[in-house]
């Protein structure tokens, strides 16, 4: 698994590069709001890269970081629950079901909430809920008298709140930064780095618990996860210049 995603990165860094916004044939006349947002797009950054092909990048780690969290959260919660909080996993399991169920109204608000806030808003509040849910879970003890309230806290935050609305923004933000042209390739991509995260974090998840510590891995989501608020924080004004 390992070497499928060091392949996937050499492909990215081989193939994904020198892409436009637009299509150069384009026939209708830009007006100068538009051309003014290409223009920026197609900046040269400090790394080599275009703006374009910088925020692309961006989000698709973004989207590694949220697909990354919520897959190591599927692979621990439930025995989790069995040995730190003493519940069945049937309980657990339903806890999980319900919170997700919440997290489908969350979704379907998404269209209310894009009228207050901003993708680039969304995403960093749905990231922040999540780093709360894992925190939730940090300083327990196995085996002892854990209240399960905070279990319930942090299933809620991550199932209902922070992954459904702080993911689906960052799709909307790949979405409108791709711009009008065809995104099958790039919405493939991004789909792979998706799969790519949900291949390695588990993997990571399982492996440093046997190793060292479950505690260990929360720590290492809350890492990620400041580092992709602090990451989206910085390009906000970056981000913002190629949507509006």
Request: glycine share 12%.
């Amino acid at each position: 698994m390992g070497l499928l995603c060091i392949v996937n990165l050499a492909l990215i860094a081989a193939f994904f590069r020198d892409r436009t916004r637009v299509r150069n044939n384009s026939v209708k006349r830009k007006s100068k709001k538009q051309q003014s947002i290409d223009d920026f797009a197609m900046r040269t950054t400090a790394i080599g890269i275009t703006v374009y092909d910088a925020c692309i990048l961006g989000c698709l780690l973004l989207n590694v970081s949220t697909k990354g969290s919520i897959a190591s959260f599927e692979t621990l919660g439930i025995a989790f629950a069995g040995s730190h909080f003493g519940m069945e996993s049937s309980v657990a399991g339903s806890i999980v079901g319900i919170c997700g169920t919440i997290g489908v109204v969350a979704l379907l608000s998404m269209g209310g909430l894009a009228k207050i806030m901003t993708d680039i808003q969304m995403i960093v509040g749905g990231m922040i809920v999540m780093f709360i849910s894992v925190a939730c879970l940090l300083g327990l003890e196995e085996g002892g008298d854990n209240p399960t309230w905070r279990y319930w806290l942090a299933m809620i935050l991550m199932y209902s709140i922070g992954y459904p609305i702080g993911h689906t923004a960052v799709i909307g933000l790949f979405s409108k930064i791709v711009g009008r042209r065809p995104q099958g390739t790039l919405l493939g991509w991004f789909a792979s780095a998706g799969s790519a995260a949900r291949i390695i974090f588990p993997l990571m998840a399982g492996y440093v618990t046997q190793l060292a510590s479950i505690h260990l891995v929360f720590i290492i989501l809350c890492v990620v996860l400041c580092l992709s608020i602090l990451f989206t924080m910085l390009a906000r004004e970056t981000l913002g210049n190629l949507i509006r």
